[in-house]
C-alpha cells in the first residue's frame, strides 16, 4: 500500500506539472488575444440553486413566468402562511456578519466578479441607489445589477436604523466599485431632500469615475427586468440620447411648481407663498424620478448655470423629483435633450427607465381604456407592488427596470424574477470570452 500511495502521487505531481504548463500557455493565448480560454458557456456557479435554503425554493418559476394559475395560486397560499413569513425575513446582523468574509461573501451570494462580454466591459454604467430599510431587498438588487466595470454609490437616509447603515457599509465596502455617498441627507416624501440624494450621487459618481456612459438612478424597490448586456444593448441604442418621462404637466399638478412649500416636523406643506415663474422662463415639464441619462446630462446638472438657478428655484416645490429631470430634458443645449416643443413629449411608457403600474391606469383584461392589465399583487400610494402574477406580463416590457416590489410581501416575484435573469438569459446572450 506505500508504494502503490506514493506511485499515486508521483503521477498526481506529474500531471500537476503538465497542467502548470498547459495553465501557463493558456495565460499566454489569454494575452496576446485578450479572451479567457474556453468561451466557458456554463454558468453552473452562478445559478441560484436550492442551496440557497430560501423558502421560496419550493415555486415553480418557469411556471410562473409562463402564467400558469395553479403554480400562481399555489404561490400566493404561500406566501400568506405563518412559517413561509417567519422564514424569509433576513435580518440586519447577518449581513454585518456574512461581509466580515468578502471573499466568501461573494462567492456564496454568487456575484459576477468579471465582466461576461467584452461589450459589457468597455461600456460601463454609473448607478445611484437611494435606500433606507430592508437591507436584504437592497442587497438582492445590487446582486442583480452588479458588474466589475460598473460604478455604485449607494445613498442611506441619515434617518435609517444603525443596523441597516452598518449592514449596508459592510456589504459596500466588500466591492471596489461601490461606496456609500458622501454626504447623506434625511430623505423627506415628496421634498427637496430626495432630489439631493440622487444629486450627491451623481457627483461622486462624476468625479470619482471618467470611464462610465449612463447614469441610473434605483430605490430600493427597484429590480431590473433586463441582464447588464441587455441594459448596455439598449442604451447604446439611443445613440447618446436620454430616456425619461418628460411631458406637458398636467393641469391638477401644476400647484406644485406655483406654490411654495417647506418642510415641518419631517412632512412636507404649504407655506401660503406663491412662487415666482421659473428662471430663464423654462418651461416646467411633467415627469418621475427615474431616468437614464448620458454622462454629458449629468455634467450639464453639475455645471449648467441655468440648471444651477432651476434646482435652487426648485427647492420650495412640491415632489420636485418629478419634475425637475423631466425639464432639465428639454433644456437646449443639454446632452441628449430634445427640444421643449409638446411633440417632443415622452411618456413613461415609451421611455425605458422605469415600469411603474400607477392604479388609475389599470384595467381588466381587453380594456381599450387601460394602460397596462390589473396589478396582481397590492398598491401603495396608488402604485402597484407586483405581485409574482405580474411577472409574465413584466418581462414582456422594454423597460430596463420595474417599480414596486416588496421582499417582504411577495419574495416570490423577486426570486423567480432573479432565476430568470441570471439562469435563461446569459447562455442565450453571450459567451464569457
Not at 78 to 85: G, M, S
Not at 134 to 155: D, M, T
Not at 303 to 327: G, H, M, N, V
Request: proline fraction near 5%.
Amino acid at each position: 500500500m506505500r508504494y502503490l500511495t506514493r506511485g499515486w502521487l508521483l503521477r498526481f505531481l506529474q500531471f500537476s506539472t503538465v497542467l502548470g504548463s498547459l495553465l501557463i500557455l493558456s495565460r499566454f493565448s489569454q494575452l496576446k488575444t485578450g479572451r479567457r480560454p474556453g468561451y466557458i458557456r456554463k454558468y453552473q456557479w452562478l445559478e441560484y440553486t436550492d442551496d440557497d435554503e430560501l423558502p421560496e425554493k419550493v415555486c415553480n418559476c418557469s411556471a410562473i413566468l409562463k402564467g400558469e394559475k395553479e403554480e400562481l395560486q399555489k404561490a400566493k397560499l404561500l406566501t400568506i402562511t405563518k412559517d413561509f413569513q417567519k422564514n424569509i425575513h433576513i435580518p440586519d446582523e447577518y449581513y454585518i456578519h456574512a461581509a466580515q468574509d468578502c471573499r466568501k461573501f461573494k462567492l456564496t451570494r454568487k456575484y459576477i466578479t468579471f465582466p461576461l462580454s467584452k461589450e459589457e466591459e468597455e461600456f460601463p454604467l454609473a448607478y445611484s441607489m437611494v435606500v433606507h430599510h430592508k437591507v436584504h431587498s437592497f442587497e438582492r438588487l445590487l446582486r442583480a445589477v452588479y458588474a466589475p466595470q460598473n460604478i455604485y454609490c449607494v445613498h442611506v437616509d441619515r434617518k435609517s436604523p444603525a443596523s441597516v447603515f452598518a449592514a449596508i457599509k459592510a456589504i459596500t465596502s466588500c466591492f471596489p466599485n461601490v461606496f456609500m455617498v458622501s454626504k447623506a441627507v434625511n430623505v423627506v416624501y415628496a421634498g427637496w431632500t430626495r432630489v439631493q440624494a440622487d444629486l450627491n450621487c451623481m457627483a461622486d459618481l462624476y468625479n470619482t469615475s471618467t470611464t462610465w456612459k449612463y447614469f441610473i438612478n434605483l430605490c430600493g424597490q427597484d429590480f431590473p427586468l433586463k441582464t447588464n448586456l441587455e441594459i448596455v444593448q439598449a442604451l447604446r441604442s439611443l445613440k447618446g440620447g436620454n430616456s425619461l418621462e418628460s411631458e406637458e404637466m398636467p393641469q391638477e399638478k401644476k400647484k406644485r411648481v406655483t406654490n411654495a412649500y417647506e418642510v415641518v416636523d419631517g412632512k412636507i406643506q404649504r407655506t401660503g407663498k406663491t412662487k415666482d415663474p421659473a428662471p430663464f422662463n423654462l418651461p416646467i415639464l411633467s415627469g418621475n424620478a427615474y431616468i437614464v441619462v448620458n454622462r454629458g446630462y449629468v455634467r450639464s446638472v453639475l455645471e449648467d448655470k441655468r440648471i444651477q438657478a432651476l434646482i435652487e428655484w426648485a427647492k420650495d416645490t412640491y415632489s420636485p423629483d418629478e419634475f425637475l429631470w423631466a425639464t432639465i430634458q428639454r433644456i437646449p443645449g443639454v446632452p441628449g435633450s430634445t427640444w421643449p416643443n409638446r411633440k417632443f413629449d415622452m411618456t413613461d411608457i415609451n421611455a425605458i427607465a422605469r415600469m411603474v403600474k400607477w392604479q388609475g391606469h389599470e384595467g381588466s383584461e381587453g380594456s381599450l381604456q387601460a394602460v397596462y392589465p390589473e396589478c396582481k399583487g397590492h398598491h401603495v400610494r396608488s402604485i402597484c407592488v407586483y405581485g409574482a402574477g405580474d411577472l409574465q406580463w413584466l418581462i414582456e416590457q422594454h423597460h430596463l427596470f420595474a417599480n414596486k416590489f416588496d421582499a417582504d410581501r411577495d419574495p416570490i416575484a423577486i426570486y423567480c424574477l432573479e432565476k430568470y435573469l441570471r439562469h435563461n438569459k446569459p447562455a442565450k446572450q453571450t459567451e464569457l470570452y
